[in-house]
């Protein structure tokens, strides 16, 4: 069983950058896909990023450009580098750890085996 516990959400002003950090433990790390994912308030929770196991990235188009993400295998860390942040990023972001390819992640969020509890993201105009 994987734990996922990310840290790094808060307000930001439009423009403003925010790092994202998720933290995995208590089971194997090893192979997983990671991924962030993210929910607004009264909308359905969408695919933001993945990174595989050995370094490949899917980005979703409202992140291309503006959103990074990268994972540091030894440490069990995934991270989401986001800047440029527009009011409509205000959202919970959520960590998820896949046993599927990326491109599967991507396009189906029940493709998830772990998910994290996430942290809220709060952009204002």
């Known amino acids: 069983q994987v734990q996922l516990v990310e840290s790094g959400g808060g307000l930001v002003q439009a423009g403003g950058s925010l790092r994202l950090s998720c933290a995995a433990s208590g089971g194997t790390f090893s192979g997983y896909a990671m991924g962030w994912f993210r929910q607004a308030p009264g909308k359905e929770r969408e695919f933001v990023a993945a990174?595989?196991?050995?370094?490949?990235?899917n980005y979703a188009s409202s992140a291309k450009g503006r959103f990074t993400i990268s994972r540091d295998n030894a440490k069990k860390m995934v991270f989401l580098q986001m800047i440029s942040l527009k009011p409509e990023d205000t959202a919970v972001y959520y960590c998820?750890?896949?046993?599927?390819?990326?491109?599967?992640?991507?396009?189906?969020?029940?493709?998830?085996?772990?998910w994290g509890k996430g942290t809220l993201v709060t952009v204002s105009s």
């Open positions: 998820a750890a896949s046993g599927r390819p990326i491109a599967t992640m991507a396009r189906d969020r029940f493709a998830v085996d772990y």
């Open positions: 990174i595989s196991w050995t370094g490949s990235i």
